[in-house]
């Protein structure tokens, strides 16, 4: 499956973005979904979890309450709404994706599949 990221931009703080992330090649239902971040100096981060059916999820607590993680199989298509943004949301954001199961994965080795990345830059 080939992922395709897409939505970031510069925002203030407080404001919000809804990053997307396309899947071709295979369809979408047929994977755990993530989203990842990773800042210049720092290790890649944890964002957030949804398993294929959308009936489970999970967020990183330093974005639980703020970001929300979606799927639309049938475009299949990930999502990642980002509210109340914070200087420190700022990085690149990539999405990942791996065969599903029952367990949710929290760590980027455990990922098959990653897009290109999208920055969020988040100014106060």
């Known amino acids: 499956v080939q992922l395709q990221a897409s939505g970031g931009g510069l925002v203030q703080a407080g404001g919000s973005l809804r990053l997307s992330c396309a899947a071709s090649?295979?369809?979408?239902?047929?994977?755990?979904m993530a989203w990842f971040r990773r800042t210049p100096g720092k290790e890649r981060e944890f964002v957030a979890v949804i398993n294929w059916s959308g009936s489970r999820v999970d967020y990183a607590d330093s974005v639980k309450g703020r970001c929300t993680i979606s799927r639309d199989n049938a475009k299949n298509t990930v999502f990642l709404q980002m509210n109340s943004l914070k200087p420190e949301d700022t990085a690149v954001y990539y999405c990942a994706a791996r065969t599903p199961s029952g367990t949710l994965y929290y760590r980027g080795y455990e990922y098959d599949h990653w897009g290109q990345g999208t920055q969020v830059t988040v100014s106060s």
């Open positions: 090649g295979r369809t979408v239902s047929n994977y755990n």
